[in-house]
């Protein structure tokens, strides 16, 4: 079993392990590997089929040779013919990736009490924002802890809503306004009709995670243009990453408290307005309509409220 404290050697490994993420088979090595961690002893190719429910002889050919790859990679221990457990010597981890708009990436460890190790930038390349991964811990002098990213085990973001462009390739891109998620994403199949240059849309992404060649996606949306004053908190909303679709059970919620509520009843302090036609004052592009003024004729004049 090969050494993986030379980053060059475990990072080439890595990318064989990405090769087996195009093809989209499951399941993939990393999910391999996690069921293996959980499981604490060895388990033998036909455990690891009936886990899955794999019976037909190409399934069990890919996972066999899935489990092969991950021996040579120093991931898996081969104690006897198509018989696997986890080298006592490998330390792993699940963690969730980071990354800042400056582009910078890390991985918050759970095991490590949250802690927030550094990745690489070829490792940042592979990953997006929010990810859930298993990673490789390494632990080297000083107590110093780097991490290898071995996987995908679960990818948050599921669509992206960026800016439709054409590269200089010609090809149909999305650039995404969330300041997070810096990899454009290449469209595959023809674009709507209507999407034109500097729109922004939604793309739903088609690409396995961890897979090599980028983001893929398909359009699902065309949300309007980018220079319209209209859409400006839709675009905020979408480049920090903000919440802006609620649960159905807090919607249900919100109605059970509106349907109940009972609007103050006016006393000497304060006088009811509610029956006058009040028109806002504030203009074409605001987002905040809090300015309004009613203006009515009277013997002496004009009243303003």
Known sequence: ???????????????RLRD??????????????????????SRHLDDVCRHYGKAK??????????????EEAGLLLSLRKDEYRIPMDRSFAEGVVSVNSK???SV????????AIPLTKSQVRRVVHGDRVLCLLVFEKKNFLRVHVLGVLNRMLHSIVGEFAIDAHGRSVVNPINERV????????????????????????????????GLFGEIIEVMGESIDPMFRTTMILHKYGMPHLWPDDVIDESRIIESGHHPPTPDSSRQDLRGIPFMTIDGSDARDFDDAVYCSEENSGWRLI
């Open 1 to 15: 079993m090969q050494s993986l404290v030379n980053y060059r050697v475990m990072d080439a490994a890595v990318e």
């Open 20 to 41: 087996c993420c195009e093809d989209r088979r499951y399941p993939s090595p990393v999910q391999l590997l996690q069921y293996f961690l959980e499981c604490e002893t």
């Open 57 to 70: 002889s190409n399934d069990v050919l890919s996972i066999r040779g899935r489990l092969e790859l991950l």
């Open 103 to 105: 582009g910078d990436g």
């Open 108 to 115: 918050i460890l759970s095991s490590e009490s949250d802690r």
């Open 182 to 213: 810096f990899s454009q994403v290449v469209v595959r199949h023809k674009p709507p009709s209507k999407v034109k240059q500097g729109d922004i849309v939604r793309v739903t992404l088609t690409s396995p995670p961890f897979a090599k060649g």
